[in-house]
């Protein structure tokens, strides 16, 4: 059998490969096809909405959407330090008169998922009901959810004509 020897040149290209190789970013291959943290999607869709609520137009909506969102914000900085019971319950309320204050003003395509997300909220003051507090991961991907949703009414025109409030 023979053998071949690796010319200088040859050993020089194979090193460069596995050194470029090596170089690589480690965390993108052990993360790829995982999806990301639910705090990692409440980031995303929070910097999403700020850019959005400082440029719309709907002016008609924007003030409100600001009130959801800080109530969405103080219910789930409450859920991370703990709180739970009739405080948690107290905001769960505020949160669904506030989104139900929005009925009528959302467009005709956003309707179907605001009701998913009321549904949800309904959920949420359910099992607050009885557990006296509610999972603080699944409620900052609601609230993650929320925002993204916030922020994509924010970017489409206001319903018009005379069921605009039906």
Known sequence: MKTIALSPIRFLIIALVC??????DVDYWWSRGKPPTSEKLLNLSQSKFD??????????????????????ADTHSGL?????????????????????S??????????????????????FENIAQINGTV???????????VYFFLSDELAVPAPV???ATY
Not at 102 to 123: D, H, T
Not at 136 to 143: K, Q, R
Request: aromatic letters at 8%.
């Open 19 to 24: 050194f470029s190789l090596s170089s690589c």
């Open 51 to 72: 850019a959005i609520v400082s440029s719309t137009s709907r002016n008609e909506v924007k003030a409100d959407f600001i009130k959801l969102q800080k109530l969405l």
């Open 80 to 100: 991370k330090q703990g709180v739970a019971g009739d405080k948690l319950k107290s905001n769960l309320v505020a949160l669904t008169e506030a989104m139900y």
């Open 102 to 123: 929005l009925e009528g003003r959302i467009s005709w395509g956003s309707r179907a998922p605001y009701g998913e997300l009321l549904g949800q909220l309904r959920g």
């Open 135 to 145: 999972d603080t991961n699944v409620f900052t991907l609601y609230t993650a959810r």
């Open 161 to 163: 004509g005379p069921l």
